[in-house]
């Protein structure tokens, strides 16, 4: 549903003309550098997806006088995750639940909203919140992709929808959704989906950016053999990657996983679309094949021909990956000289603590370098293949693995600047325990790891390889050499969470914290310039744009997706505004309201009245059903509820099972749940709330 405001007489797109253009010719001189410097009209500003800005009226030394010159307040505590995007005068902004506005970039005013309708009970399938990482623009377009499945486009003057098409059947048996921002490649629209945890077969898919039409699919793992072919891109590749699999292991039921949830990008010489994959599922090879095989594509980089979507290579960072590890960060295309000879490359800095440089015309492995602590490579072959310790193969009995789960680099934007020759990100130093369930059984629709050990025999052990984790968490931003794969520099910073990041030209990076600030570092050295508190952790990618001579600066401050559901079980979680986006400019004058802090303690629990074996059934379920969103143990999460009051236990069923609050995104889980199921994870949550209150 469109709300319109203002209207605006049409725009000339020159810039997305040139666009255009650069897609369809390929092999010009600087086919990548085809954006006008004061603009950001994708993702990753240009091709490069490099979020490196030419401007250069905020630099070194007067970074200190920049002021806020506007802000939007977003009317969410959600995470807001989305890079605006800025052209023409105009910044659009997507939150969750999709909901997309257009403001003018000068004052702040709305242009226009539009609010798709995505149904509310997709939130249960959005492992970290029902976020949206941005949006694409094209010629006279918007177009965004919903969380239920949708690709939209919008007139981007009036916010009308001008067509809508599905990406996925709801029908499919899998948890499919849409958290990353699609992107639009020489008027084809590329998308890929979530839900990897749950259990997905992942693909990408293309559409034309004029009518919506499917052009090709490519799906990520392989799909039941006794079915015949899918009639896609690529079943040409099929039989090499079905090799790669056991023959009768669950990824069968749960699809592999593998779903490219957020990293795509494009080189229009090569005319290659280059797909950044997930994590598979069941998370346990053991469970998923056998403990056998690399099970391709899952958290590797696939490069497939643009105009069809047929396999061209692919370069996988973790072979039989089962740790939760996914290759969705930033790639980014860039040329270096490499022992005397120009390359032209790809980068990324996966989960797994490496950054890596790929030769992005054959995906040949030219280098690696682990910037965080980690124990699982033992070196690379002579081709580039990682040698896996097996001690970080798990079993039953506990393992100590770095990074954990949370990665060392997750998606929050990376950035590189042709200037200093560095790449720069929020990095995470972490371990986990990982052990095998004993017996588990896929579930579909819900949580499907196979891990375990936090309960029987193994419980003790558990404990102690979670707190040598615990000792290792640290987080910085990181600037790294790709071509002498070393940090160049380090910014410690408090936790794991803090933003994304964009560089200029006047060697001035940009990060949100999770000081709850946004902050300016010199690129050269690290040293901080400049920082402002914007009430909420920013984790979103911020851009930076020119406009009647003067540039600006916007970034979207929301906290949320995963690494707050991590600070919301550390029990650290700082007091916050709701979200807003917030644009700056040298002078700024305007500023914040006072933060309304909550220093309220959680409300007592009730009394727990339910037996050892009800108790022992509800946390099994809540692991499966609930955890992704509440937090492992019942700790944090969207919603902590051990810190439920006693009107919100009294009505425990009706929102479980009734729907009762699915307005806010938590649905009715009577199709998984029946009424005894849904009392042991009550009388489990009233358990743990007790435990954590002192008696």
């Not at 369809?24 to 004061?38: E, F, H, I, T, W």
């Not at 996988?316 to 000879?341: F, H, K, R, V, Y």
């Not at 009388?683 to 007790?690: C, F, K, Q, W």
């Amino acid at each position: 549903m469109t709300k319109p405001i203002c209207k605006r007489p049409a725009a000339l797109f020159a810039t997305l003309a040139a666009l255009a253009l650069a897609g369809c010719s390929a092999g010009g001189d600087d086919p990548l550098a085809v954006v006008a410097d004061g603009e950001w009209v994708m993702d990753g500003r240009d091709y490069a997806a490099q979020r490196f800005s030419p401007l250069t009226r905020i630099d070194k030394d007067n970074v200190g006088e920049l002021g806020l010159a506007w802000y939007a307040d977003l009317d969410t505590y959600r995470g807001v995750e989305a890079t605006p995007l800025y052209a023409d005068g105009v910044l659009y902004n997507t939150l969750a639940w999709n909901i997309t506005t257009a403001y003018d970039a000068r004052t702040g005013e709305e242009l226009w909203t539009f609010d798709p309708e995505t149904p509310r009970e997709f939130g249960r399938y959005a492992c970290c919140e029902p976020v949206s990482r941005g949006l694409a623009l094209w010629q006279d377009k918007i177009v965004i992709a919903t969380l239920d499945g949708r690709l939209i486009a919008l007139n981007k003057d009036t916010g009308e929808q001008l067509w809508s098409t599905r990406t996925f059947e709801l029908d499919s048996g899998y948890a499919y959704s849409i958290t990353g921002a699609p992107r639009v490649f020489d008027g084809k629209v590329v998308v890929g989906q979530s839900g990897g945890d749950l259990g997905v077969r992942g693909f990408v898919s293309a559409y034309d950016v004029n009518t919506g039409e499917k052009l090709w699919k490519f799906f990520l793992t392989p799909g039941d053999p006794t079915k015949g072919p899918d009639g896609e891109a690529s079943d040409p590749v099929m039989e090499m990657v079905r090799e790669t699999w056991s023959a009768d292991g669950m990824w069968k039921e749960l699809g592999g996983g593998a779903n490219p949830w957020d990293a795509i990008a494009y080189d229009p010489e090569f005319d290659l679309v280059y797909v950044g994959t997930g994590n598979s599922v069941p998370h346990a090879r053991f469970y998923r094949s056998n403990n056998e095989g690399d099970n391709l594509f899952v958290c590797s980089i696939v490069a497939l021909d643009a105009r069809t979507g047929e396999y061209r290579w692919h370069y996988q960072m973790n072979p039989g990956e089962e740790w939760d590890w996914t290759c969705t960060s930033s790639i980014i295309s860039a040329d270096l000289e490499i022992e005397g000879e120009p390359r032209k490359v790809l980068m990324q800095a996966p989960k797994n603590g490496f950054f890596y440089v790929l030769d992005r015309e054959t995906g040949e492995f030219i280098s690696a370098g682990a910037h965080v602590f980690q124990n699982w490579n033992e070196g690379f072959d002579e081709k580039g293949r990682p040698i896996t310790s097996e001690k970080v193969r798990y079993s039953e009995e506990p393992a100590l693995v770095a990074p954990g789960p949370g990665g060392a680099h997750n998606w929050f934007p990376m950035a590189f600047s042709p200037q200093t020759g560095l790449a720069y990100f929020p990095a995470y130093q972490s371990a986990f325990a990982y052990a095998l369930q004993p017996d588990w059984e896929p579930k579909p629709l819900r949580s499907n790891s196979g891990w375990g050990g936090w309960g029987g025999p193994h419980a003790g052990r558990m404990g102690e390889v979670m707190g040598e984790a615990a000792a290792l968490e640290k987080a910085w931003l990181t600037a790294w050499d790709p071509v002498k794969q070393q940090v160049a520099w380090q910014v410690e910073l408090p936790r794991h969470g803090n933003g994304g990041v964009f560089v200029t030209a006047s060697d001035l990076v940009f990060e949100g914290t999770t000081k709850q600030t946004f902050s300016a570092f010199d690129a050269r050295t690290g040293e901080m310039l400049w920082e402002y508190p914007t009430q909420s952790a920013p984790v979103a990618g911020g851009i930076t744009y020119e406009l009647d001579g003067e540039q600006y600066i916007a970034v979207n401050a929301g906290w949320g997706g995963g690494a707050a559901q991590i600070e919301r079980g550390a029990g650290i979680e700082l007091p916050r505004a709701p979200a807003r986006l917030l644009v700056f400019k040298l002078g700024g004058t305007a500023q914040l309201p006072p933060l309304e802090v909550d220093a309220a303690a959680p409300p007592e629990p009730p009394r727990l009245t339910a037996s050892e074996a009800e108790i022992q059934r509800g946390a099994k379920l809540f692991a499966e059903t609930c955890a992704v969103c509440h937090g492992q143990n019942a700790i944090g999460g969207v919603k902590d509820l051990r810190h439920m009051d006693r009107d919100t236990h009294g009505k425990f069923d009706q929102i479980v099972l009734g729907g009762l609050y699915l307005e806010k995104g938590m649905a009715s889980f009577d199709d998984l749940l029946d009424e005894q199921q849904a009392n042991d994870i009550h009388a489990y949550v009233i358990a743990r709330a007790n435990e954590d209150w002192g008696r």
